[in-house]
């Protein structure tokens, strides 16, 4: 214990960064500086543009052969899984309305690993970090989008339909930036080096625009923050979510960076798009909103905690 305190205080030091811009971004917005024009262009030049660069620049410029592609797939797919069902079942349970289960289950399973835990790996493991991530994001697109959008649409009453499903996965411009790094990565093409670092500049600016805009995004202040349902889908989200992943990490022979790497995904706070598919399902989008700004607040110290006892115990 006498190691672990400072070991803590190390982490937070690390981390802290990450999560001051995000406050940054709120204070931003508040004082007028920031507005809901920025937040929605940022995001899109992040979410169309940035992100998919520098997922592609990290693929083809990174070797990727050795990296365990199934263990990998196989412990994001049923983590997922096991946390979509069991938030299903507990939403069933504690929910007020029918159109809450969906909002309770998709902050529940859904972290916002695109830009949090993007930046917390670049700061914890650098460029090797950001390749694991890279990976990571492209396996748990399409779950996250086909499981989020089941999620929602079943619990306020909207049809489903599987074809529009596959169409907004197959379009997702993190899906495509995977289909185009694959050539590359198989007949070992190299980029000219213009353009590479002109993927490198773009790519530097999704973390800084990604993180202010998730700030700017949390507009509940704290005093509106009680929420019986909310306080659920947080609690679950930031600690049976990150013990789920855990356990199927330590089920696979996997490196103690890819452990890291795994519960980094688990434990990151509830992404900023389940707002977005509440909004527009016309379910409780108040409650997704609060459900996000908790757990963004609270993950600072939930995933301090969580590293800095994967680093003590030399895992």
Known sequence: MSTFIPQLLTTLEIIAPIFIIIFLGKLLYQIGLLDQQFVTTSSQLVFKITLPVLLFTHFVTSKMEDLPYYSVFAIIYIGITILFLVSWLIGKLVAHSKKDVGVIVHGS???????????????????????????????????????????????????????????????????????????????SFKLPEFALDTGHYLSSLTLPLALLGIGASLRYPLREL?????????????????????????????????????????????????????????????????????STIFSLLTLSLGITWLQFVRI
């Open 226 to 294: 009680c929420s019986r349902d909310a306080l659920i889908a947080v609690t679950f989200k930031l600690i049976l979510a990150p013990l789920v992943g855990l356990a199927l990490a330590f089920s696979w022979d996997l490196s103690d960076s890819w452990r890291m790497s795994l519960f980094i995904l688990f434990a990151c706070p509830s992404a900023v798009v389940t707002f977005s598919f509440a909004d527009a399902m016309t379910a409780n989008s108040a409650l997704a909103g609060k459900i996000i700004v908790m």
């Open 109 to 187: 399973f859904r972290s916002n690993f695109g830009v949090i835990g993007l930046a917390v790996l670049d700061k914890l493991l650098g460029s090797e970090g950001l390749t694991y991530g890279a990976l990571i994001l492209a396996m748990i697109t399409p779950i996250y989008n086909a499981l989020g959008v089941i999620a929602v649409t079943f619990a306020s009453n909207a049809h489903l339909h599987p074809l529009r499903i596959l169409k907004q996965i197959l379009l997702n411009p993190l899906i495509i930036a995977c289909y185009a790094a694959i050539p590359c990565m198989y007949f």
